[in-house]
Every structure is written in structure tokens, then in C-alpha cells.
């Protein structure tokens, strides 16, 4: 009932730039955070960055200032500005929405959903 849909990835050159997308549908009453993690071949999937609707961000700073988290909860949307892009960057940017919606009539639980993944290479 709640579908997360990825845009933006790609491949780009060292240095350049990238702007993820991740938008929201479906049945809910509320989102309290949206964010991005990523996995890279052979690792862990890693926290890049998560932002909650009052529009704090976990970490301030991802990734040394070169990306930037927002949401425009009018769209239910989440963006990923990726800016001075390096290589090490290359991976599979993952969306995650934590939210509230209705499990049975009278009583509301909390809900992770992720996306289906974007790739992004950096490579010259």
C-alpha cells in the first residue's frame, strides 16, 4: 500500500554531481522521517543521511558537506544533492521512509518501507 519511487541515479564523472530523488505514495497518516542509505559492492549498507519532518537532519554535514538532505513534505519527496562526487561514492543509494499508518480500524502502527535502489557510478 506504500510505494517509495527512485530517480536521479546514473553515471557521472569524478567531480560532478547528482540529484536523487525518492517520492511516497500510497495509505498513511503521517511521515515522521525520510533518508538515504547506500551500499557499495562487497560492503555493508551504510547511513548516508536521514531527514524527519520537522526538517532535522542526521548528519548535518553527510559525506564532508558534498551532499545535502531535504523533503518537501507537501510532495512527500525526499532529495539527495550529491555534489563533488568521487569515486568511493559509487554504490546503490537505497530511499527509507519511517511512518504511521492505519495496521487495523482503531489502532495505527509505525512502518519502514525501502525503496527498490538507484545506482550511482562515479567513473571517469
Known amino acids: 500500500q506504500v510505494q517509495l519511487v527512485e530517480s536521479g541515479g546514473g553515471l557521472v564523472r569524478p567531480g560532478g554531481s547528482l540529484r536523487l530523488s525518492c517520492e511516497v505514495s500510497?495509505?498513511?497518516?503521517?511521515?515522521?522521517?525520510m533518508g538515504w542509505y547506500r551500499q557499495a559492492p562487497g560492503k555493508e549498507r551504510e547511513l548516508v543521511a536521514t531527514?524527519?519532518?520537522?526538517?532535522?537532519?542526521n548528519p548535518k554535514d553527510p559525506m564532508e558537506g558534498r551532499f545535502t538532505i531535504s523533503m518537501d513534505n507537501a510532495k512527500n519527496t525526499v532529495y539527495l544533492q550529491m555534489d563533488s562526487l568521487k569515486p568511493e561514492d559509487t554504490a546503490v543509494y537505497y530511499c527509507?521512509?519511517?511512518?504511521?499508518?492505519?495496521?487495523?480500524?482503531?489502532?495505527?502502527?509505525?512502518?519502514?518501507?525501502w525503496g527498490q535502489g538507484t545506482q550511482v557510478t562515479v567513473s571517469s
Open positions: 500510497g495509505t498513511f497518516l503521517n511521515i515522521y522521517s
Open positions: 527509507n521512509v519511517a511512518l504511521e499508518a492505519v495496521a487495523v480500524p482503531g489502532y495505527n502502527a509505525d512502518y519502514v518501507y
Open positions: 531527514i524527519s519532518s520537522d526538517a532535522t537532519k
